[in-house]
């Protein structure tokens, strides 16, 4: 793969995660806070130790 | 969630890392102290999908001996300083770094704490939002400074927070008071961007 390629996939990559940004932020608008919340901790507290 | 501008109400499950929050803004809360928490956290408050391992709070100046006062109650209150004697933070303070504060035992998560030293920090703290959250409170930057401030610095990460928090409040934010923020921090373009994503 060559580098101009690779910027190419880097950029995609970069797109695809602020649609799931935009994605996410709708859901968290539209639900309740204990249904986002209680899946966003599960990465949060992955990152904490007892 | 419900936000006013002025007050969000927030129902969310406590995560680890708001429990932290709350016990340490307590021992603000306790010396009667201004501060406001911002960055990165303010976007997982509410609701980004992302962990970290620092909080920032901006506090108000304080002289030596408040500075000594604050650093025994940190100390009481189980926290240890990572990157200075806890006795000697306010020369620290004073040159405009920050201490950051972690649970004796621990390093991460920590607070990166510092004294309001810039017009947007001073503006941070004067125009901070309420936070209502389990029946306690606490308080952080205004969004729209917030936005601004996460594209100026510029990060891919800090783009995405800044997305998210648009995103979230799109109806109730204040495009003006955005657009001012953007224009002091010369993040016109990113804002262009920010609002075309």
Redesign the interface.
């Known amino acids: 793969m060559s580098l101009k390629e690779l910027e190419e996939k880097k950029e995609k990559n970069?797109k695809a995660?602020?649609e799931f940004?935009?994605y996410?932020?709708?859901y968290?608008?539209n639900h309740?806070?204990?249904k986002?919340?209680?899946?966003?901790?599960i990465?949060?507290?992955?990152?904490?130790s007892e | 969630?419900r936000f006013d501008g002025e007050k969000l109400e927030?129902?969310?499950?406590?995560?680890?890392?708001d429990e932290?929050v709350l016990e340490f803004v307590n021992i603000l809360e306790e010396l009667d102290l201004e501060y406001v928490i911002v960055s990165g956290y303010v976007a997982?408050l509410?609701?980004?999908?992302?962990?970290t391992?620092d909080v920032d709070v901006i506090i108000e100046e304080l002289d030596e001996k408040m500075t000594r006062e604050f650093a025994k109650k940190i100390k009481d209150g189980g926290y240890w300083c990572i990157n200075s004697e806890i006795s000697n933070i306010y020369g620290m303070l004073k040159d405009d770094l920050a201490v950051r504060f972690a649970e004796e035992d621990r390093v991460?998560?920590n607070f990166e704490v510092r004294f309001a030293s810039d017009k947007f920090e001073r503006s941070a703290i004067e125009n901070k939002v309420r936070v209502d959250l389990e029946q306690k409170i606490l308080y952080i930057s205004p969004i729209e400074l917030q936005i601004a401030y996460k594209l100026y610095l510029g990060s891919?990460k800090d783009?995405?927070d800044a997305?998210?928090l648009y995103?979230?409040f799109a109806e109730e934010l204040d495009k003006e008071k955005l657009k001012e923020y953007s224009k002091q921090l010369e993040v016109e373009d990113s804002l262009d961007e920010l609002e075309g994503?």
């Open positions: 970069k995660r602020r940004v935009k996410w932020a709708e968290v608008k309740d806070d204990k986002w919340s209680r899946q966003q901790n990465v949060i507290n992955s990152q904490i | 969630m927030l129902a969310r499950e406590l995560s680890k890392l932290f997982i509410t609701g980004r999908s992302r962990g391992e991460i998560p891919e783009f995405e997305l998210h995103k979230l994503t």
